[in-house]
């Protein structure tokens, strides 16, 4: 019965009392002030089923006390970033790439905590066997410095390729990398879930690198939370209940992706239930209690730097774009 109707539509409410046991529930919440503002905006990306805990998490917040809570839609060619900066949104996941490159930039924006790991896979031809097989080879990406041209320059620098000169890169913001591949037209791209899912599908092209397995990007966080640096400073006690029911949605991806899966449906994020659970169930939504999001920062911000990304160094970016008090609050709260 369509997952016992959405887990008895979503626990009642949560009944503001915590998913029935999917997820912890601190007894300070009770004690803590009321947030200084019950609205809160998050983007609404369809089909980026990595980004479930995010977009699952509407009860949550509601049992967290936000009478409206937003989800704005984003054109194709949105920048999420500059949306939290110009004040359109107030939370949005990325790439942690995605995220450096916006501090650089000088965007007020603040990482709050990473997500998951895993969910993208480095799909290639048939003849393609490795990394460094890519040398001379077409790679499919959206925009040159967007984040799968950054995070695939990452991967081949990290082999010993120059990126620069040993890989042509096609940018098409108008074709996906994935259609171009299918097409013929290039012969790599890095393919962000429903893609790999879609591509098993297929039976085309194969894995070299998936992003949950493959060390050293499996140790490291694939997205992260960020806010707006005004919506952090002025509402502190609103950012920490924002940021509690997404790391309780996440561990419910976790305990419950069939659940996560199907809200992601009915939420009109994905229209498809079989990618969007194998999706969940291939990312690692138990580990945000386990990795240091400042870990993730530093290791791609160092490698951003070296190949030219970013002139700030990580210690900078650090400084200048992250904030984690909310999470280590959470995680001395939530310890099970």
Known sequence: MRIIQNRRRFMLGLSAVGAAGLVSVPTSAHAEPAPETTTVRLPRTFRALCEAPKNIAGELLRAEGFTDVRYVDLAADSDPSAMLASGELDFTTDFPPAHIMAIEAGMPIKVVTGLHSGCLEL??????????????KRVGVFALTSAPHVLVTLMAAYVGLDPATDLEWVANPDVSSMQLFNEGKVDAFLAVPPEPQEQRVRNFGHTILNTTADRPWSQHYC?????????????????????????????????????????????????????????LREARYDVWREFDPEDTMRFYALRMNEVGFIKAGPNKIIANGTDWRFLNEIKREMKT
């Open 223 to 279: 997205c992260m939370l960020a806010g707006s640096a005004d919506y952090v400073d002025r509402h502190p006690v609103a950012t920490k209940r924002v940021l509690r029911a997404i790391l309780k949605a996440a561990d419910i991806c976790a305990s419950d992706p069939q659940l996560a899966a199907q809200l992601s449906v009915d939420g009109k994020f994905t229209d498809r239930y079989d990618y969007a659970l194998e999706g």
């Open 123 to 136: 799909i290639v031809k048939e003849s393609i066997n490795s990394i460094s097989d890519l040398k001379g």
